[in-house]
């Protein structure tokens, strides 16, 4: 893709020089607009979220590499740990949402730090999890609510982003319990 930029600016050269008043050509920078790729990877997340919350499992290899590698241990103990694969994170998902477990992703800012090449982006995302367990709304250990952040990789495959690495921070100071208060 650098060399096909370089080309382009190359193929710009011979106008540029013969119509000096017009405006300068674009800078390689522009040459894979990355508001493009914004708006396809903000799409990427929102999916992501979607399918983990509606549980559709065997729908995650269209969000997420088949070699993903997805680490939020600093959630600490109970809440995250590190998943080497798809087969892996599938599993690990799983263990967290099982049926009668309600969860949600809500998946806010998406900063695109830098399009690495056309098809590998790095991005911060903010996320708020909760997790309701009905039979256990009290428990902080089962229902519950964490603030946090992924340092993300990307890939473009098969005309969707998909997440291929993630490094998850707790961005609050620690896992929360704020739903149903303390009575009863
Ligand atoms: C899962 O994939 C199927 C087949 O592509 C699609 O019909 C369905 O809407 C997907 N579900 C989600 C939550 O994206
Ligand atoms: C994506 O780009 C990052 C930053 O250059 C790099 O560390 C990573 O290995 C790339 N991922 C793949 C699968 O090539």
Redesign the pocket.
């Known amino acids: 893709m650098y060399i096909q930029t370089a080309l382009a600016s190359l193929a710009l050269l011979p106008f540029a020089l013969c119509a000096p008043s017009q405006p300068p050509s674009p800078q390689p920078y522009y040459a894979y607009p990355p508001t493009q790729a914004i708006t396809t990877l903000t799409q990427g997340g929102y ?1 992501f979220a ?2 983990i919350d ?1 549980k ?1 499992w065997s ?1 995650l290899s ?1 969000v997420m590499t088949k070699d993903i590698y997805y680490d939020s241990s600093a959630l600490g103990a109970g809440y995250g740990g590190v998943s080497v694969g798809i087969d892996q994170v599938t599993a690990a998902l799983e263990a967290s949402a099982p049926e009668g477990i309600y969860w949600e992703h809500l998946v806010t800012n998406l900063y695109l730090e830098k399009l690495n090449t056309p098809t590998n982006a790095s991005s911060i995302t903010y996320i708020t999890v909760s997790r309701w367990d009905p039979s256990a709304l009290h428990d902080i250990t089962k229902t519950y609510r964490i603030y946090y952040r992924c340092d993300d990789q990307w890939l473009l495959q098969d005309g969707s982003w998909k997440l291929d690495h993630s490094i998850v921070r707790n961005t609050g100071p620690r896992v929360e319990a704020p739903y149903f208060g303390s009575s009863s």
């Open positions: 999916k979607l399918t509606s559709q729908n269209q």
